[in-house]
């Protein structure tokens, strides 16, 4: 877990939104490979396990273990828009399983959620187990693209969407409806791509200058 991504992790239990205090075990760089994530409001506690923080233990919640695809990989790349170093992306499930290719061509941080197996954190990729029906433990509007694989739901679509920032993009399969809130970019026979709206302003009140 990149420790500058431990900043956007939240608690996922019903209460105010509030952010994670890190304890820190072992630290490779600037990634937390272990240690624990507490919460300072209901005092739950979440380890980080090989750079993954699991908010959710048990079996494995990721994809299948089919090897990593390079022009996957460029397409994740060109359809997200990484193309610099600001912020961080989301992949979801399968789409995992391109991070490493997907991080040898951008500078972008890349959090992996429920990561296939064999897909080591560090060096750029971050790592959250959190059950499927459950909304990402994530701070809102914080994330600036997100790739969903095959199996995702319309629930884990919206719930996955509070965590995308206004002009952010996401990459869904095609089956899935275009939630309200974007803006479709392009379509194929696998997916859609689109673009989260800005919120409108509020009305601003303009007065005459005497």
């Known amino acids: 877990m990149f420790i500058e991504l431990v900043d956007v992790l939240r608690c996922p239990n019903p209460h105010a939104e509030t952010w994670l205090v890190l304890a820190a075990e072992k630290i490779d760089g600037r990634d937390v490979m272990s240690g624990t994530l507490g919460c ?42 990484l193309s610099d170093s600001r912020g961080y992306a989301i992949l979801v499930g399968n789409t995992g399983r391109h991070a490493p290719l997907l991080r040898a061509m951008t500078d972008v941080q890349l959090m992996l959620i429920n990561p296939p197996p064999r ?74 791509l689109a673009e989260r709206v800005a919120a409108p302003s509020g009305v601003v009140g303009l007065t005459r200058r005497r």
């Open 40 to 81: 300072p409001i209901c005092h739950a506690e979440f380890s980080i396990v090989d750079g993954v923080a699991r908010f959710r233990e048990g079996e494995d919640l990721g994809g299948g273990s089919a090897p990593p695809d390079e022009n996957e990989a460029m397409r994740l790349a060109a359809l997200l828009d």
């Open 119 to 192: 897909v080591g954190m560090g060096f750029g990729l971050s790592g959250l187990t959190t059950a499927a029906s459950s909304g990402l433990p994530l701070a809102a509007a914080s994330a600036r693209a997100i790739a969903l694989d095959d199996r995702t739901t319309p629930e884990q679509l919206a719930a996955v969407l509070t965590a995308l920032a206004a002009g952010g993009r996401v990459l869904a399969p095609v089956r899935l409806a275009l939630p309200d809130g974007l803006s479709e970019l392009a379509r194929d026979d696998r997916h859609w």
